[in-house]
Antibody, heavy 122, light 110 residues
Framework: QVQLQESGPGLVRPSETLSLTCTVS?????????WAWIRQPPGKGLEWIGS???????YFNPSLRTRGSVSVGPSKNEFSLSLRSVSAADTAVYYC???????????????WGQGTLVTVSS | QFVLTQPPSVSAAPGQKVTISCSGS????????VSWYQQLPGTAPKLLIY???KRFSGIPDRISGSKSGTSATLDITGLQTGDEAVYHC???????????FGGGTTLTVL
């Protein structure tokens, strides 16, 4: 079955760059769908970060666009998140997920990784 | 600070019914499609409902979703202790050009 797994450093220093990778198994991401990053600060709600297709078409949360990007790779069946100039406000559990849609402005996330906690601290 | 408003908590007894609301605006719930997620303690969210009222694969029919105007609701009947979780609603906001979530509602089965 299709599974997603996040990986990356659990601790990032303030002002540095947060980099995470999501590895997809059981499905070739070049076959379709959009792939997303979503985060959840401790004890708080969910925040959509951005989504990318296998062709590189991507959409990013406007509130994070100046600092972040999503990309396909670095290896086959992986996609990545980069968030620059991080602060304590970026401390969260980061999830990768598969995005589905049935038409215009109909989006949902049917598969999720287990999440990885990233703490921003010196 | 969330674009979508959910009650922080709801509770009901086992076997009873609970309704969780998600209130938005014309630019999000009023024109786009709502999804609902269940998040058990310490786990990733799990999709329950998409396109306002469609149950995802494997979700029992005691869980249902609906939408009216700028609000959406998630109904759970025949409550079980295993339903204790945080429930999140999500929808695309056409004015903000971003996907938004509610703050989440904690369901307690008394």
């Amino acid at each position: 079955q299709v599974q997603l797994q996040e990986s990356g450093p659990g601790l990032v220093r303030p002002s540095e760059t947060l980099s995470l990778t999501c590895t997809v198994s059981g499905y070739d991401i070049n076959s379709g769908y959009f792939w997303a990053w979503i985060r959840q600060p401790p004890g708080k709600g969910l925040e959509w970060i951005g989504s990318i297709s296998h062709t590189g078409t991507n959409y990013f949360n406007p509130s994070l666009r100046t600092r972040g990007s999503v990309s396909v790779g670095p290896s086959k069946n992986e996609f990545s998140l980069s968030l620059r100039s991080v602060s304590a406000a970026d401390t969260a559990v980061y999830y990768c997920a598969r995005r589905q849609r049935s038409g215009s402005f109909s989006y949902w996330f049917d598969l999720w990784g287990q999440g990885t906690l990233v703490t921003v601290s010196s | 600070q969330f674009v979508l408003t959910q009650p922080p908590s709801v509770s009901a007894a086992p076997g009873q019914k609970v309704t969780i609301s998600c209130s938005g605006s014309a630019s999000n719930i009023g024109k786009n499609y709502v999804s609902w997620y269940q998040q058990l303690p310490g786990t990733a969210p799990k999709l329950l409902i998409y396109d306002n009222d469609k149950r995802f694969s494997g979700i029992p029919d005691r869980i249902s979703g609906s939408k009216s105007g700028t609000s959406a609701t998630l109904d759970i009947t025949g409550l079980q202790t295993g339903d204790e979780a945080v429930y999140h609603c999500g929808v695309w906001d056409s004015s903000l050009s971003t996907l938004v979530f509610g703050g989440g509602t904690t369901l307690t089965v008394l």
